[in-house]
């Protein structure tokens, strides 16, 4: 029996054994995956407009870990799901309380357009446009910041299979491929608005700028241009100095980020996204580059003398050897092997120019300091040296006058030192003979005092009204902008970006036919100038039917004296600039028998130069400035035409048509603008006035003053507001005698529709426009959502002339449609009808 009992026994240890084994061996610990194949599956024009970028990579066969939450560290136990924009993100925490991070890989950016884009094809090319992240590059970061002592994650990515400790988040992560990694790998930490608390109000915390410049070359070497703010983490430690803040990067999605498709490129030009440049290529700007977390550059490399900064870069390429980048490639997965060739030679080239670009990039972002100091008491000493240099100091004011900052700055490279005093008991003492650096004081809370004893030049100052003490020798050089405003008081970081522009100007009328042109602009920072100090736009247009060119240039200058803003508006309307005439009078006659409308267009070119100054509120703008003028007029372009008839002109100028005008004057401009939307309003009302004077300064110019008023007003009818009442009354006056293309015109689109643009001309004038809008409905297309609708107008107007005797008022009615695609603008389809036949038009915006 007993050697029964043992042969059964052993039977069934044998079955438990191979039960147990054959369980073990259906649990793979990999598998092979394709990340998303669509990418790949577009067509060759797709690929040239969007890019090939990595679409083999999400879409070949790669083998992955799989991932199992219960049996990964000791048991991971989902907690909460995360606050991350693009990525489906899950924390969770390990046996031992450390918190863990899982994130998607496959990305969900529609979160980032409108709503009313989410449902359109702005969907599916932002989608598309994920195919510029590689899906497996953060693994190759832990190596290359390990080998320069930047703290990092190790992430993981694989493939997440259902777990229980998923609980009620598995429906979003289980069976997806996802990334893993310490969300804290150094322990606690601080975000980053944290830390700026922290060093605001502690002295005795400092910030390893060292440290955090390795990890900035960190990025360059990567390709990893999106490490704003939100992309770090700040770990105190304790050291020979005392308590120093270190930097921690994550979430580095944007490693060799690649755009070699046409849109991105267009895309990375200075007014839309400079700062993606791909790493398929070498970097363009590396100023733009390191655009993102500005803020974080200007606050902690200010201290950093070039020497230090060569020195760190140097020392960072040295420790980035080959054998380190080799390492830190063959973290790819093994099906990816075939690019790492691509990527090593990529990360050499990046290495041997990372000193000439951040040495460039220091140039650049020390041509104006931030220098800050903390809500503590501290001492700042402003000297100059012998060459011109200015030398900053500042130290504590107790604890030994123990130095804080401490630098000497190179006139020729830095032009302005912005010093940032918060909330602290303060003083400041400026000893500066000779450098030309320019100085700005910005204080706080707190006591002041300001000592200027030597001043080489002004010194701007921005304060509260009671709480300092003035001083010395040289006080006179303070200039003081006091308010107890807070915003007078703040810290924003400098800006040194300047914005480039350039688009399409496009239009059509009967007179101009298609208008087509361009426009380039430049916006220039500049120090509490918001939206911009300055901006520079040159223009120009043409028209097919005349053949006319319009040069623009539009320069604006804000706050440039006081509140007020500095203008320059400058045209030139040639070579061969077209306008018609069809004489002066309200009863003139349009005889398209004969030549048509050719016959009534006149040539010739006029210049004007109008600077001003402008002040303007939320609702209120106003203008005035002086304003030059010239005209000449074309013999050999208008023979044959109806402004060489002078008998049957009646203009002021009948029998000095051909001769040189010139002309001197004041424009004043007046708008009170209360619309509850510029571009589709509903109710409220818009006036604009404009009063000017000319004096002729030449024997066949005559002087005159005109005075036009435009008044509009929006109301919406019916509780859904789909139906809007425009309704503008307009007109001018003028005295004096002014030329023929000086004077009061109607007709065109702009205040007479169904008659050719300036189609009469008299010395006064008066017009009505009537316009019923209704909305149609909110447009959701795939293409694009918007606003569309129908119009209906009705125009009537009339001018006036000295000895004429009419009576006649010049009608005008039609319709069409509009559509405002995302309300950004409007676009206008219109034919109107008068007496003188049918003529359509095309323009973007409303006329009012």
């Keep these: 029996m007993q050697i029964i009992r043992n042969l059964i026994g052993t039977i069934l240890l044998l079955l438990l054994a191979n039960l147990i084994y054959g369980q073990q061996a259906n649990v793979v610990d990999s598998l092979w995956i394709r990340v998303k194949p669509s990418y790949d599956s577009v067509s060759k024009f797709h690929r040239k407009v969007f890019g090939e970028n990595y679409r083999k990579e999400y879409a070949m066969a790669t083998k992955v870990p799989v991932l199992r939450m219960s049996q990964l560290h000791g048991g991971l136990m989902a907690t909460e799901k995360g606050g991350g924009n693009q990525s489906r993100s899950l924390r969770l925490v390990d046996k031992n309380g450390a918190e863990w991070v899982l994130r998607s890989v496959e990305k969900y950016p529609e979160v980032l357009l409108p709503p009313s884009f989410r449902n359109t094809v702005a969907k599916d090319i932002i989608k598309d446009n994920m195919v510029s992240q590689h899906p497996f590059s953060a693994l190759v970061v832990a190596e290359l910041a390990a080998a320069v002592g930047v703290p990092h994650s190790t992430p993981v990515i694989g493939w997440v299979v259902a777990d229980p400790n998923l609980g009620e988040f598995s429906s979003d992560f289980a069976n997806s491929l996802c990334l893993l990694e310490l969300r804290e790998p150094l322990g606690n930490s601080d975000n980053t608005e944290k830390m700026y608390v922290k060093l605001n109000n502690d002295n005795d915390i400092l910030f390893d700028a060292n440290l955090y410049l390795k ?38 999605d944007q490693v060799f980020f690649r755009s070699d498709g046409l849109i991105q490129k267009l895309a990375q030009s200075s007014w839309l996204l400079p700062m993606m440049q791909g790493y ?81 990039y220091y140039h650049f972002y020390h041509k104006i300091i931030d220098i800050e100091v903390t809500n503590k008491d501290e001492k700042i000493e402003v000297s100059d040296t012998g060459n011109k240099a200015l030398y900053v100091k500042v130290t504590k004011a107790k604890q030994g006058n123990a130095i804080i900052f ?73 200039t003081k902008s006091l308010a107890d405003d807070s915003a007078n008081v703040a810290y924003v970081a400098k800006d040194l970006y300047k914005r480039k522009f350039t688009f399409l100007n496009a239009g059509y009328n009967p007179d101009d036919g298609l208008l087509l042109g361009m426009s380039y602009r430049i916006k220039h920072p500049g120090f509490r100038k918001s939206p911009y100090r300055d901006s520079q736009t040159f223009s120009f247009l043409h028209s097919f039917a005349t053949s006319a060119f319009k040069f623009n ?37 349009f005889d398209d028998s004969v030549d048509g409308i050719s016959y009534y267009r006149t040539r010739f070119d006029r210049y004007h130069f109008d600077p001003s100054l402008s002040y303007q509120n939320d609702k209120i ?143 006064h004038i008066v017009y009505n426009n009537l316009e019923i809008r209704l909305r149609l409905g909110n447009f959701v297309n795939y293409i694009i959502p918007g606003e569309i609708g129908l119009l209906g107008l009705y125009d009537v107007g009339r001018v006036w002339v000295p000895n004429e005797k009419s009576n006649s008022l010049h009608q005008g009615f039609g319709g069409g449609f509009y559509f405002a695609p995302a309300s950004l603008t409007v676009l206008r389809v219109m034919a109107s009808h008068s007496n003188e036949g049918w003529y359509p038009y095309v323009s973007l915006g409303f006329r009012y």
């Design 621 to 763: 703008a106003v203008k005035f400035g002086p304003s030059l003028s010239y005209y000449r007029y074309n013999v050999d372009d208008n023979l044959g035409r109806f402004i060489t008839n002078s008998e049957l002109l009646h203009s002021n100028d009948s029998l000095t048509i051909a001769k040189d005008k010139v002309y001197a004057g004041l424009t004043t401009d007046l708008i009170f603008d209360s619309r509850d939307n510029s571009i589709l309003p509903k109710t409220g009302a818009l006036l604009e006035l404009k009063l000017q004077g000319h004096k002729g300064l030449n024997r066949y110019a005559e002087s005159f003053a005109q005075l036009n008023i435009d008044f509009s007003f929006y109301q919406k009818i019916g509780p859904s507001g789909n139906l809007t009442i425009a309704e503008r009354i307009g007109g001018g006056i003028t005295a004096g005698r002014p030329a023929f293309f000086q004077s009061q015109f109607l007709g065109g689109q702009g205040n007479l529709s169904g008659f050719r643009q300036y189609r009469f001309a008299g010395k």
């Design 406 to 478: 401490d630098k000497v700055f190179d006139p020729g490279l830095t032009k302005e030192i912005r010093i940032y005093t918060h909330n602290g008991n303060d003083s400041l003492l400026i000893n500066n003979k000779t450098s030309p650096v320019k100085i700005r004081i910005i204080g706080g809370e707190g006591n002041k005092l300001y000592q200027i004893e030597q001043s080489h030049r002004a010194i701007l100052l921005y304060g509260k009204t009671t709480n300092a003490t003035y001083k010395g020798a040289a006080i006179r050089k303070l």
């Design 215 to 252: 990890a900035k070359a960190l990025d360059v070497l990567i390709g990893d241009w999106d490490r704003h703010e939100d992309q770090w983490r700040w770990k105190q430690l304790k050291g020979k100095q005392g308590t120093v803040y270190v930097p921690i990067p994550r979430d580095r």
């Design 280 to 360: 398929e290529r070498d970097i363009k700007d590396i100023n733009w580059f390191l655009w993102e977390g500005r803020e974080l550059n200007s606050r902690f490399f200010a201290n950093m003398s070039e020497q230090e900064w060569n020195a760190t870069i140097e020392g960072f390429c040295s420790e980035i050897t080959d054998q380190v980048l080799e390492r830190s490639l063959m973290k790819l997965p093994i099906s990816n092997s075939q690019l790492q060739y691509g990527f090593l030679e990529q990360l050499k080239r990046r290495r041997k120019a990372l000193p000439e670009m951040m040495t460039k």
């Design 553 to 589: 240039y539009k320069g604006q200058w804000n706050k440039l004296l006081g509140n007020l803003d500095f203008l320059i508006d400058a045209e030139a309307n040639a070579p061969s600039n077209t306008q018609n005439f069809f004489g002066f009078g309200n009863q003139t006659k």
